[in-house]
Structure formats: structure tokens, C-alpha cells
């Protein structure tokens, strides 16, 4: 995931190692969930999440329950969306989500999983 402000400044990267995925659709929804979590996180009030499966971010979209092997997972982000002021999924190019794949790739080629804060953030979040 990479987080940026509405100038486009990317401000957090984080990757997150799962096992047993079964599905791009299944990783999609995930890396979406953890999205909404990282804003929880970051005390962000309003964000807007992106993602290259347009299944996934309509899904995520919807306020009907989900049925399908995702469901459960879009049931969490669904339940996450009450924790900001304004939150919104859309779909981007495969192309225009370059950065956050190279940190997938990163991270699937070291084995680990990188949360990086850029230094501004933490001084917002801890300012002592």
C-alpha cells in the first residue's frame, strides 16, 4: 500500500506477507482491508482507496452483503467505513499503481513485510 496526500506526496508504504491466497481477487480485497486499516491507524478522517480489480472496488463500493469466497473480507472493509468521515473506493490502471507493486514485488523477493512512515507523519503523530 502506499499512502498519499492530496498533492500526490507519498507519506506511509506498508507491505504485508500473506500466505495462502488463493486468488488476485482474494490478495485485492485484502491489500483493501488493510488499507482501511492503516488509515485507522494514521488517524486519517478521509480516504480515498485504489485498486487495478474493478470486481474488488465495486464490491467494496456496495453497502448490500457479499456472497462470494471475498465476502467475509468485504464485510470487514465494510465495517471499517464508519471509523472515517469520507471514504471511497475507485479503480485505477494496473499502470497507475506502479509503486505499489514494486513494493509487493520488494517485499515477496526479501520475505518481509516494510511499513515505512514518511518523517513529516511522524511528527504529526507523535509531536513531543
Do not use: W
Not at 507519506?11 to 500466505?19: D, I, N, P, V, Y
Amino acid at each position: 500500500m502506499v499512502v498519499r496526500d492530496q498533492d500526490g506526496v507519498i507519506r506511509a508504504s506498508k507491505s504485508t506477507l500473506h500466505f495462502n491466497i488463493s486468488s488476485p481477487f482474494v490478495a485485492e480485497a485484502y491489500a483493501c482491508l488493510e488499507a482501511t486499516k492503516l488509515g485507522i491507524s494514521m488517524g486519517i478522517e478521509s480516504v480515498t482507496i485504489m485498486g487495478d480489480l474493478k470486481t474488488v472496488i465495486h464490491k467494496c463500493q456496495s453497502t448490500t452483503k457479499d456472497k462470494s469466497v471475498i465476502g467475509t473480507i468485504i464485510h470487514d472493509i465494510q465495517s471499517n467505513r464508519s471509523r472515517f468521515q469520507k471514504i471511497a473506493f475507485r479503480f485505477i490502471q494496473r499502470t497507475e499503481n506502479g509503486q505499489a507493486h514494486i513494493l509487493a514485488k520488494d517485499a515477496l523477493t526479501k520475505g518481509e513485510e516494510v511499513y515505512l512512515i514518511a518523517p513529516e507523519e511522524r511528527r504529526a503523530q507523535n509531536p513531543n
